[in-house]
């Protein structure tokens, strides 16, 4: 339906009745043509309409701020059905109906939001603490689209409602240490929370030992994953912002910890640990360098080609900076790389751990005596020639 502007629609009492009809919440229809539900969708589009695109002279009294934020409550802030815990892969008919119903509440509060005339003052009445933890508890939706408005609201809160910063920041705070500590098993908007966490970085406002508290456990977590990227972004940003030395007690956690992982958690892990190499200033990488020398051989033996491949990706690294390897580093990784050579099951891996050791033998001055020595003999071997040839064996 298309709406056309005249001031009768603008009434305040017209728009009253409009939020109070949008209020009400339709669990998944017995009856398609209910005329309740219809008259609920052409208001939520008539309000979306207006408020999207009429911005100026947009003064409402306070009962417009309470019954916009009871239209958002009443349809958002209930309690998640059994389907929001399911994977993304196994949405129901009730969650898409749920979050088909939601979309427009959404686009008619965020657009109230931004209105030029949107008052904080106003609005701190009824958008408080607590409609900000139930917020980020909806968080845990599997619909991913619908994750990514509930963190634009919030991001438009902590835009326009300054004192409710300090609100978000310990929701996001808690939710994170919650979850990193298992202190609830599963959330699912942990990358739109670090996100938001993100935000604060920028602003210089976290303290050094609460990141700490609260970034590290994350890495255990199965869902890291799912989360990666955000979180690489965190750390990336607080050496930057915060501390560079962060970038050591991060690497020290990742070495120390290894150990008591699931091995689901050795790629990312790996990612991770590269990132922060690349964050690395020069005194922080000399406290570090041996230590990560030392567990990047453990990891090129590793028979899974995966965990194999980026550790030589890792060595290539090291090999390429200038300064990043001392001769007896070389030495421990030339070693890893020829038992990769002669022994591992993986053609890719061979060939790249052969082209590696020979940029290393042709180096003299990184690699010397009995270590270059043993890795030409290696490379003399030709060990990638004879995989092919057994290949070709196999299938005739």
Request: with cysteine; charged share 25%; glycine share 2%.
């Amino acid at each position: 339906m298309n709406y056309y502007y005249n001031e009768e629609m603008e009434s305040i009492e017209t728009i009253l009745k409009m939020l109070k009809v949008c209020s009400k919440y339709f669990p998944v229809p017995t009856i398609v043509e209910d005329q309740e539900l219809k008259q609920k969708m052409n208001n939520l589009s008539i309000l979306h309409n207006m408020w999207s695109n009429k911005l100026l002279d947009s003064l409402y009294p306070s009962e417009v701020y309470k019954q916009v934020c009871v239209m958002f409550s009443e349809n958002v802030f209930r309690s998640l059905p059994k389907s929001s815990y399911m994977s993304n892969e196994e949405i129901s008919n009730e969650m898409m109906w749920e979050f088909q119903q939601l979309s427009p509440v959404y686009n008619v509060f965020d657009a109230f939001l931004c209105l030029d005339g949107f008052d904080p003052e106003k609005a701190i009445i009824y958008i408080d603490k607590k409609f900000i933890n139930l917020s980020i508890r909806r968080l845990d939706s599997c619909m991913e689209a619908e994750r990514l408005w509930i963190k634009q609201i919030l991001l438009k809160l902590y835009e326009k409602m300054f004192i409710l910063r300090k609100d978000i920041y310990y929701a996001v705070i808690n939710s994170l240490t919650d979850y990193g500590y298992q202190q609830i098993s599963d959330f699912m908007g942990v990358k739109e929370l670090l996100e938001i966490f993100q935000i604060y970085f920028e602003k210089n406002s976290v303290k050094e030992t609460l990141l700490i508290k609260v970034l590290l456990p994350l890495m255990k977590r199965n869902g890291l994953v799912h989360y990666i990227m955000s979180l690489e972004f965190c750390y990336q940003s607080a050496i930057r912002r915060i501390n560079p030395n962060l970038s050591v007690i991060f690497m020290e956690y990742i070495l120390t910890n290894w150990s008591t992982i699931n091995s689901t958690l050795h790629l990312p892990w790996c990612k991770v640990l590269i990132s922060l190499y690349q964050q690395c200033g020069v005194v922080q990488w000399s406290q570090m360098r041996h230590r990560v020398v030392r567990h990047l051989t453990k990891l090129l033996k590793s028979e899974s080609h995966t965990i194999c491949g980026i550790s030589i990706h890792f060595c290539v690294m090291l090999v390429n900076g200038e300064n990043q390897l001392l001769c007896e580093d070389a030495e421990c990784i030339s070693e890893a790389l020829v038992d990769i050579y002669r022994t591992h099951w993986s053609y890719s891996c061979v060939t790249d751990a052969g082209s590696l050791l020979k940029r290393l033998a042709d180096d003299k001055d990184l690699l010397k005596g009995p270590s270059r020595l043993l890795a030409l003999e290696a490379l003399i071997d030709d060990r990638p020639h004879k995989m092919v040839q057994s290949m070709i064996e196999d299938n005739i």
